[in-house]
């Protein structure tokens, strides 16, 4: 396993901007120009895998952590950061709570939420809910502003919809 964090280190210690997962084989997020992604694996496989995409460098405390506690934390008042958890559906109790949506997310379908426990975000918190591709899909997405511009939720939105999953 130390192998696979060291590896998945290198890219995000470097803030290189690169497509998650070569292959596809995992969920991740496409980089676009000027975000950054940080996949993050799991003991248990594909299932409770993470990743986060953010418009600003990570902080290097949350460099092989499966929450970017501390990136939400220092987010400029321009900051976005998009934070994905997934987990294999099959388990009907737990589904029910995740809607049927077709990729690509968009923004318009995430609601208003609170900061995640643990987190302390100085702006604007959403949270989007999707079952897609076997996979139940939990995202919160966190603004530096309280009150993001259009352009800056124009950005998010275009982040969003590079989420892939495997098919």
């Known amino acids: 396993m130390a192998l696979v964090f060291g590896a998945l280190l290198l890219g995000a210690t470097a803030g290189v901007a690169r497509p998650a997962s070569v292959g596809r084989t995992e969920p991740g997020f496409a980089a676009i120009t ?31 952590s499966s929450a970017p506690v501390k990136t939400a934390a220092a987010l400029p008042n321009a900051g976005i950061l998009i934070w994905a958890q997934f987990q294999a559906t099959g388990r009907p109790a737990m589904d029910r709570g995740f809607p049927l949506r077709r990729l690509p997310l968009r923004l318009n379908q995430a609601a208003v939420s609170r900061n ?52």
Do not use: C, M
């Open 34 to 64: 000027g975000w950054h992604v940080l996949p993050v694996g799991s003991l248990t496989g594909p299932i409770g895998r993470s990743v986060s995409t953010a418009n600003v460098a990570f902080s290097r405390a949350d460099l092989g």
């Open 116 to 167: 995640p426990e643990g987190f302390a975000s100085p702006g604007k918190v959403l949270h989007l809910l999707a079952r897609a591709h076997g996979y139940d899909i939990f995202i919160f997405i966190f603004f530096g502003s309280p009150k993001p511009s259009s352009a800056a939720q124009a950005a998010a939105n275009t982040q969003l919809g590079k989420l892939y999953l495997p098919t």
